[in-house]
């Protein structure tokens, strides 16, 4: 659910020391929710066609729902330049809860430990703001005030659709197919539901804000 709902891996990998999860339940939920993740890449566009979505309406329903910012921009793409920008800001903004939700499942564990500190995994600022989260920002300030030259945009833009192929190939492959079918109904449910209830929530979300009819 951590996966689908914040920033695939990386939240997985936070939460999985905090509520001591098995090694192999961690490798399923990772391959569990990089298939699921390609199945809402190819179904994000036929959504926001259905639904008659603007550009600007798409890449928010792109980045409230895609689990990986490979994803979103995958996902995204189809839909233009706009939808990109638009997807990958929402989907930044949802790798920030990465920090609140760490902490309090650290706190809910703190209290079945009955206060035992030590009993807790330490954790580094890298579980709380992921790096690509820092530089991110610092680009897009710099972008902001006209601090990075145009001869040096071009080429950083290029290099990140490379980029961008390379991550999605390196999701790919590191999917184990036998785990995902090894994953059993409760397994299943959680990733599904949890994709499910995303979904609802973003479409819900565009509605109250006037961006869906």
């Known amino acids: 659910a951590c996966g689908n709902g914040i920033c695939g891996n990386s939240a997985i ?26 199945g809402v890449v190819l179904l994000i566009p ?4 259905a639904l008659r979505l603007s550009a600007y309406a798409g ?3 792109a980045g409230l729902t895609v689990y990986a910012v490979p994803q979103v921009l995958a996902a995204a793409g189809p839909m233009g330049t706009t939808a990109v920008q ?12 990465l920090g609140p939700i760490v902490t309090c499942l650290a706190l809910l564990r703190r209290q079945r430990c009955g206060g035992n500190a030590r ?31 145009d001869a040096l945009v071009g080429p950083a833009h290029a290099g990140g659709k490379l980029l961008t192929i390379m991550a999605m190939a390196g999701l790919g ?3 184990d197919l036998q785990s995902v079918t090894a994953a059993g109904p409760r397994m299943t449910m959680v990733v599904s539901l949890s994709l ?17 009819s």
Do not use: C, N, Y
């Open 119 to 149: 009993a807790l995994p330490r954790h580094s600022i890298r579980h709380f703001l992921p790096p690509f989260i820092i530089a991110f920002l610092l680009l897009a300030a710099l972008r902001s005030l006209g601090l990075l030259p």
């Open 46 to 49: 036929a959504i926001v066609t």
């Open 13 to 38: 990998a936070a939460v999985a020391p905090v509520i001591e999860a098995d090694s192999d339940d961690v490798a399923t939920a990772i391959a569990f929710t990089a298939v699921l993740g390609i």
């Open 86 to 97: 638009v997807g990958t800001v929402v989907k930044l903004a949802r790798v920030l809860m």
């Open 196 to 212: 499910l209830m995303l979904g609802m929530l973003a479409v819900s979300a565009l509605h109250l804000i006037g961006l869906a």
């Open 59 to 61: 890449g928010i329903l």
């Open 173 to 175: 492959l590191s999917v």
